[in-house]
């Protein structure tokens, strides 16, 4: 069975920053592509970030790039999400998903607010 469990969340400041993890279990995570989403409140879910596995190639959404670095540690099937310079407009629900599948995390809030 397919389990991610996302953490990291919480509550910054604007400029301020966080760093989010997801645990994988029931996959060869080494194989897999990890991808991070996020959904703001009254907003549809987007895409935030990406890794494909074989190469370490990494995508990012226009909005996060520069400030946000997705990466990973296959010895403990886990993808990371560093955040940095963190603004107000970043505030929503983070989820990890094995990127194209149904597989996704139950989610992580990140408020960015003074």
């Known amino acids: 069975q397919v389990q991610l469990v996302e953490s990291g969340g919480g509550l910054v400041q604007p400029g301020g920053s966080l760093r989010l993890s997801c645990a994988a279990s029931?996959?060869?995570?080494?194989?897999?592509?990890m991808a991070w989403y996020r959904q703001a409140p009254g907003k549809q879910r987007e895409f935030v970030a990406r890794m494909i596995a074989a190469v370490s190639t990494k995508f990012y959404a226009d909005s996060v790039k520069g400030r946000f670095t997705i990466s990973r540690d296959n010895a403990k099937n886990t993808v990371y999400l560093q955040m940095n310079s963190l603004k107000p407009e970043d505030t929503a629900v983070y989820y990890c998903?094995?990127?194209?599948?149904?597989?996704w995390g139950q989610g992580t809030q990140v408020t960015v607010s003074s």
């Open positions: 998903n094995i990127f194209n599948t149904k597989n």
């Open positions: 029931g996959i060869i995570f080494s194989l897999a592509d």
